[in-house]
């Protein structure tokens, strides 16, 4: 009997592991048109071995840090005590698979001229990232790349602070590195050796063919990019390209919209478009949850009373009344995070219609052709319809830009734009 076993390893964690503090951040992949093409063909991550990138250096103890073995360049067994270490290290290296994002700030022309020349780039996010290297059923790892070597110094030799540490000049990469470790044990650990058994820095052979170059991972790409699916990294883009144009397509449970920024003509940009919705007032929102009348709210420290629970809305009543003789302000607080939570939860869910998403997929494609080849558009700058009723029914729903955006400011943005080359 064939028994087959597989084991979902799941992310894991490794000394010194830095990650972003808004795990939503946006991250941005720089790929040519060919890497896309087979990205969206395979739907998979390509990891490079880490030996094989341009930067020779990728993976190694940076130079600072050798300092720290305590061992004398001049002196003739600590020399090759030292090329021995380097030596080993440089075909360890060779079991680290790795995949580089950039942690979004702003567009650079270097990035581009760097990793995307002529090719584009993908937009996901640290948290969805971190989630498909989660289902990959390797030892899989994520952080972000650490520049220069001071968090190092004085610490123990460790294999994952080299791979996830760069040299100072690299710091405008502000590399997000997704990496799996696959080590080969017949990959040999001696090749720094030569004949005569002096010892080398580097490996002299590159390891057996068996030891690939690369590992495809499979991840869900519809989950992993996310385009530009939320309000702030829409700002995000718009504040840092002001491009010529930019087109964009939105969801909600059935309604499903495309809309179009062109630059520098009066229609409303991204940031007009889309604004976070207002609040309510505070103390509306805290009556609501705890069934306290605003008066009451304004006393924080007084208690619950059998008179509050008598003015409660009724279904109110009961959970006030298990409440009495707290403070009104300890049960607000309560209801406020029970609140939260809740909505918190609702917000989790919402389903993505795969025929709402796909056709409006097919609406910015279509204005993007439109663009592209010079044609007319109705979109001033938006057109909206709902699934259920079908776009026959649907709304052009013209908008100018808005007095209060920073899309106001030409001048400023003009300069930006010629920054860029535009
Ligand atoms: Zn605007």
């Given at each position: 009997?064939?028994?087959?076993?597989?084991?979902?390893?799941?992310?894991?964690?490794?000394?010194?592991?830095?990650?972003?503090?808004?795990?939503?951040?946006a991250?941005?992949?720089?790929?040519?048109?060919?890497?896309?093409?087979?990205?969206?063909?395979?739907?998979?991550?390509?990891?490079?071995?880490?030996?094989?990138?341009?930067?020779?250096?990728?993976?190694?103890?940076?130079e600072?840090?050798?300092?720290?073995?305590?061992?004398?360049?001049?002196?003739?067994n600590?020399?090759?005590?030292?090329?021995?270490?380097?030596?080993s290290?440089?075909?360890?290296?060779?079991?680290?698979?790795?995949?580089?994002?950039?942690?979004?700030?702003?567009?650079?022309?270097?990035?581009?001229?760097?990793?995307?020349?002529?090719?584009?780039?993908?937009?996901?996010?640290?948290?969805?990232?971190?989630?498909?290297?989660?289902?990959?059923?390797?030892?899989a790892?994520?952080?972000?790349?650490?520049?220069?070597?001071?968090?190092?110094?004085?610490?123990?030799?460790?294999?994952?602070?080299?791979?996830?540490?760069?040299?100072?000049?690299?710091?405008?990469?502000r590399?997000?590195?997704?990496?799996?470790?696959?080590?080969?044990p017949?990959?040999?650990?001696?090749?720094?050796?030569?004949?005569?058994?002096r010892?080398?820095?580097?490996?002299?052979?590159?390891?057996p063919?068996?030891?690939?170059?690369g590992?495809?991972?499979?991840?869900?790409?519809?989950?992993?990019?996310?385009?530009?699916?939320?309000?702030?990294?829409?700002?995000?883009?718009?504040?840092?390209?002001?491009?010529?144009?930019?087109?964009?397509?939105?969801?909600?449970?059935?309604?499903?919209?495309?809309?179009?920024?062109?630059?520098?003509?009066?229609?409303?940009?991204?940031?007009?478009?889309?604004?976070?919705?207002?609040?309510?007032?505070?103390?509306?929102?805290?009556?609501?949850?705890?069934?306290?009348?605003?008066?009451?709210?304004?006393?924080?420290?007084?208690?619950?009373?059998?008179?509050?629970?008598?003015?409660?809305?009724?279904?109110?009543?009961?959970?006030?009344?298990?409440?009495?003789?707290?403070?009104?302000?300890?049960?607000?607080?309560?209801?406020?995070?029970?609140?939260i939570?809740?909505?918190?939860?609702?917000?989790?869910?919402?389903?993505?219609?795969?025929?709402v998403?796909c056709?409006?997929?097919?609406?910015?494609?279509?204005?993007?052709?439109?663009?592209?080849?010079g044609?007319?558009?109705?979109?001033?700058?938006?057109?909206?319809?709902?699934?259920?009723?079908?776009?026959?029914?649907?709304?052009e729903?013209?908008?100018?830009?808005?007095?209060?955006?920073?899309?106001?400011?030409?001048?400023?943005?003009?300069?930006?734009?010629?920054?860029?080359?535009l």
């Amino acid at each position: 009997m064939k028994q087959l076993v597989f084991s979902i390893v799941g992310i894991e964690t490794y000394p010194d592991q830095l990650e972003p503090a808004n795990q939503d951040a946006a991250i941005w992949r720089f790929i040519n048109m060919a890497k896309f093409r087979d990205l969206m063909g395979t739907s998979e991550l390509y990891f490079c071995r880490a030996d094989l990138f341009p930067d020779e250096r990728e993976g190694l103890p940076p130079e600072q840090y050798l300092a720290t073995f305590g061992l004398h360049p001049l002196d003739v067994n600590d020399r090759r005590e030292l090329l021995n270490h380097l030596g080993s290290d440089a075909q360890f290296r060779e079991g680290f698979y790795v995949n580089c994002w950039y942690l979004f700030r702003e567009e650079t022309l270097q990035m581009w001229k760097e990793y995307g020349n002529e090719g584009v780039a993908i937009i996901s996010s640290y948290q969805l990232l971190k989630s498909a290297l989660n289902t990959i059923p390797d030892r899989a790892y994520i952080g972000l790349v650490r520049y220069g070597a001071k968090h190092m110094i004085g610490k123990r030799v460790n294999l994952f602070r080299y791979i996830t540490t760069k040299r100072i000049k690299y710091a405008h990469e502000r590399e997000v590195r997704g990496f799996l470790l696959i080590p080969d044990p017949h990959a040999g650990i001696n090749r720094h050796y030569d004949a005569d058994n002096r010892v080398h820095p580097l490996p002299l052979t590159p390891p057996p063919p068996h030891v690939l170059k690369g590992h495809r991972r499979k991840v869900d790409l519809q989950a992993l990019l996310n385009g530009l699916d939320n309000i702030d990294v829409r700002h995000e883009v718009q504040r840092a390209l002001w491009p010529d144009i930019v087109i964009d397509g939105a969801i909600g449970d059935f309604m499903c919209q495309v809309s179009r920024h062109p630059w520098p003509d009066d229609i409303a940009c991204l940031i007009c478009l889309f604004q976070r919705p207002a609040g309510r007032p505070a103390e509306e929102m805290q009556s609501d949850a705890t069934g306290l009348s605003k008066d009451r709210l304004l006393e924080p420290e007084s208690l619950i009373t059998e008179a509050d629970v008598d003015a409660a809305p009724r279904e109110k009543q009961q959970e006030l009344r298990s409440r009495i003789g707290q403070a009104v302000c300890s049960v607000v607080q309560e209801a406020m995070a029970q609140t939260i939570s809740l909505e918190q939860q609702e917000k989790g869910f919402e389903p993505s219609v795969p025929f709402v998403a796909c056709f409006s997929a097919c609406m910015v494609l279509t204005e993007a052709l439109a663009y592209l080849c010079g044609w007319d558009t109705k979109l001033e700058p938006r057109f909206q319809f709902d699934f259920l009723r079908g776009p026959a029914f649907g709304l052009e729903l013209p908008q100018a830009r808005s007095e209060n955006c920073i899309c106001g400011r030409r001048k400023n943005i003009d300069r930006i734009r010629a920054k860029r080359g535009l």
